[in-house]
């Protein structure tokens, strides 16, 4: 599994990476206006899609399905089920877009109800969305193949496939804003580009593992078809609960005053750095081993593997809450503070991402506890979960918007989701599928102290004055990070809650 969470995970540092590159060229040309705003909304949309149909339900129903028929039936009748559930996501998902294109300014009315106030926004919004939407399809194709390497336990080409989508965005803004007519349109093309390149990646790969893929045949619905998409229908329905609570946030975020839907774009981008490689790397990794674990009939192996997931993720992901709250100013200032994104803007943005960062911990539980429900079939569980995490977003948006403007979308985000991880946790152990382990009660208490150390250290660095010279904000953000990781990986090594040289040999012996 480590060796999967540290695939997973590297590859999708460098993709956050370049995605920060990305945010910052995007920031310096389109600022924090109705351009940026019509662009992250058409940019939403496709993205929403995509976890319902591509990385949530479907991902959550087929990975342990096709582990568990990998292996007990092998390789071939694994290789069926997998093209036709290809096929037939082809099939749904194309007439999805055709739809989508077609009516997509009845869709813009749902979504982002706040731009009708200003026609010409509103008219960009489903122009460019029009030409992100058909990045649905091949994104979802991607995922599904993905999930195949995945089960394959392939981690590489599926985790490295994303960083193409930020070399061909930046490429896109450079090089083809002088031939349409906004910077905002050449995104959207280059967006949409990414997804071919993507899909080529994996369709690659799966064919180098003896697995190749055929999309265009027509789909049939065997019996082993029919059990993924039993599982799948709650699955959608829970996944549609999560994606419902992300398009309350944009729709509450369109009714606020310009610049909202961008401040909490770029926010959610620097937060979603620690969240990406943490959480969705333990995900990934961590699902079709707990499925191949059940199958095998190996449930204290399962109970075992679960704590390790919970520990990794809290080792990596408490501090990184913890630096972005201290240091949501320094962050912000020094990635996006040039052109077209200002001191005002840096202010409005860096107030939300501290917001997102106290929910960050929450995030990468959720991803390591679904799992546990997954493995063992139950997706309908989630979705009674989902539903009141649902009404609890709404009414904690509508409130704290009140107060805090669109600050409170991310506070409202954030306790959503501590209370999801919460019925997650509690429904686990009360099912004994699930408890604290001693090694886990003993390092989390150090892991905390570990962690409070570093913003302790990183608040005190802060108040040194920045040196006027040219790079200044990025160098001093650059020392920060060191200094950070330093302190943090130091002293839980030190308190016994993370053992440096354990990691190493466990990364040796997977």
Same mark, same amino acid.
């Given at each position: 599994?480590?060796?999967?969470? =540290?695939?997973? #995970?590297?590859?999708?540092m460098?993709?956050?990476?370049?995605?920060?590159?990305?945010?910052?060229?995007i920031?310096?040309?389109?600022?924090?206006?109705?351009?940026?705003?019509?662009?992250f909304?058409?940019?939403?949309?496709?993205?929403?899609?995509?976890?319902?149909?591509?990385?949530?339900?479907?991902? /959550?129903?087929?990975?342990?399905?096709f $582990?568990a028929?990998?292996?007990?039936?092998?390789h /071939?009748?694994?290789?069926?089920?997998?093209?036709?559930?290809?096929?037939l996501?082809?099939?749904?998902l194309?007439?999805?877009?055709?739809?989508?294109v077609?009516?997509?300014?009845?869709?813009?009315?749902?979504?982002a109800p706040?731009?009708?106030d200003?026609?010409e926004?509103?008219?960009m919004?489903v122009e460019?969305?029009?030409?992100?939407f058909?990045?649905l399809?091949?994104?979802?194709?991607t995922?599904?193949?993905?999930g195949?390497?995945?089960?394959?336990?392939?981690?590489?080409?599926?985790?490295?496939?994303?960083?193409f989508?930020?070399?061909?965005?930046?490429?896109?803004l450079?090089?083809?804003?002088?031939?349409?007519?906004?910077?905002?349109?050449?995104?959207a093309?280059?967006?949409?580009?990414?997804?071919?390149?993507?899909?080529g990646?994996?369709?690659?790969?799966?064919?180098?593992?003896?697995?190749?893929?055929?999309? +265009?045949?027509?789909?049939?619905?065997?019996?082993?078809?029919?059990?993924? +998409?039993?599982?799948?229908?709650?699955?959608?329905?829970?996944a549609?609960?999560?994606?419902?609570?992300?398009?309350?946030?944009?729709?509450?975020?369109?009714?606020?005053?310009?610049?909202?839907?961008?401040?909490?774009y770029?926010?959610?981008?620097?937060?979603?750095?620690?969240?990406g490689?943490?959480?969705?790397?333990?995900?990934?990794?961590?699902?079709p081993? @707990?499925?191949?674990?059940?199958a095998?009939?190996?449930?204290?192996?399962?109970?075992?593997t =679960?704590n390790?997931?919970?520990e990794?993720?809290?080792?990596?992901?408490?501090?990184?809450?913890?630096?972005?709250w201290?240091?949501?100013?320094a962050?912000?200032?020094? =990635?996006?503070?040039?052109?077209a994104?200002?001191?005002?803007? /840096?202010?409005?943005t860096?107030?939300?991402?501290a917001?997102?960062?106290? #929910?960050?911990?929450?995030?990468v539980?959720?991803?390591?506890?679904?799992? #546990?429900?997954?493995?063992?079939?139950?997706?309908?569980?989630?979705?009674?979960?989902?539903?009141l995490i649902v009404? +609890?977003?709404?009414?904690?948006?509508?409130?704290?918007?009140?107060v805090?403007?669109?600050?409170?979308?991310?506070?409202?985000?954030?306790?959503?989701?501590?209370?999801?991880?919460?019925?997650?946790?509690?429904?686990l152990?009360?099912?004994?599928?699930?408890?604290?382990?001693?090694?886990?009660?003993r390092? @989390?208490?150090?892991?905390? $102290?570990?962690?409070a150390?570093?913003g302790?250290?990183?608040?005190?660095?802060? +108040?040194?004055?920045?040196?006027?010279?040219?790079?200044?904000r990025?160098i001093?953000?650059g020392?920060?990070?060191?200094?950070?990781?330093?302190?943090y990986?130091?002293?839980?090594?030190?308190?016994?809650?993370?053992?440096l040289?354990?990691?190493?040999?466990?990364?040796?012996?997977?």
């Amino acid at each position: 599994m480590l060796r999967g969470i =540290l695939t997973v #995970g590297g590859w999708t540092m460098a993709s956050r990476l370049l995605g920060l590159a990305r945010e910052m060229l995007i920031a310096a040309i389109l600022g924090a206006g109705p351009l940026a705003d019509a662009f992250f909304i058409a940019l939403k949309l496709p993205n929403l899609f995509r976890r319902l149909f591509g990385e949530g339900a479907f991902n /959550a129903a087929f990975v342990p399905t096709f $582990a568990a028929t990998l292996a007990k039936e092998g390789h /071939a009748v694994a290789h069926q089920l997998a093209e036709r559930m290809a096929a037939l996501m082809t099939l749904w998902l194309s007439m999805l877009v055709l739809l989508g294109v077609l009516f997509m300014p009845q869709v813009m009315l749902v979504l982002a109800p706040g731009f009708t106030d200003e026609p010409e926004k509103f008219a960009m919004a489903v122009e460019l969305t029009r030409i992100t939407f058909p990045y649905l399809v091949l994104i979802c194709l991607t995922a599904l193949v993905s999930g195949v390497l995945n089960g394959l336990d392939r981690f590489a080409a599926a985790a490295s496939a994303p960083v193409f989508f930020n070399i061909f965005s930046v490429a896109a803004l450079l090089v083809l804003t002088p031939f349409t007519p906004t910077p905002a349109h050449a995104l959207a093309w280059g967006v949409t580009a990414s997804g071919v390149v993507q899909l080529g990646i994996v369709m690659w790969a799966a064919a180098r593992a003896g697995m190749p893929m055929r999309l +265009l045949r027509f789909p049939k619905i065997t019996p082993a078809v029919r059990g993924v +998409l039993r599982r799948m229908v709650p699955g959608l329905v829970g996944a549609g609960v999560t994606q419902l609570n992300l398009a309350v946030d944009v729709i509450i975020a369109s009714l606020l005053p310009a610049g909202s839907v961008s401040f909490l774009y770029y926010a959610d981008r620097v937060a979603q750095l620690p969240l990406g490689v943490i959480g969705a790397a333990v995900g990934t990794a961590l699902l079709p081993l @707990l499925a191949r674990q059940f199958a095998a009939g190996k449930p204290l192996s399962a109970h075992r593997t =679960l704590n390790r997931a919970v520990e990794f993720s809290l080792a990596l992901a408490l501090p990184a809450a913890v630096a972005q709250w201290v240091v949501a100013d320094a962050m912000v200032d020094a =990635l996006f503070v040039r052109g077209a994104f200002g001191p005002t803007e /840096a202010a409005l943005t860096s107030a939300a991402l501290a917001a997102y960062a106290l #929910g960050l911990p929450a995030f990468v539980l959720v991803k390591a506890f679904a799992p #546990g429900f997954f493995a063992r079939g139950d997706t309908a569980t989630p979705v009674k979960i989902g539903l009141l995490i649902v009404v +609890l977003n709404l009414g904690l948006n509508l409130w704290l918007t009140q107060v805090f403007a669109h600050v409170g979308i991310a506070l409202a985000t954030g306790i959503a989701a501590w209370l999801n991880t919460a019925i997650l946790a509690f429904l686990l152990w009360r099912r004994r599928a699930w408890y604290p382990d001693r090694r886990l009660r003993r390092v @989390l208490p150090r892991q905390l $102290a570990a962690a409070a150390l570093m913003g302790a250290v990183l608040w005190g660095l802060q +108040l040194v004055p920045v040196v006027a010279i040219p790079g200044a904000r990025l160098i001093r953000l650059g020392l920060l990070v060191g200094a950070g990781l330093a302190v943090y990986f130091g002293a839980a090594h030190w308190l016994g809650a993370l053992n440096l040289r354990e990691l190493r040999a466990l990364r040796r012996r997977n």
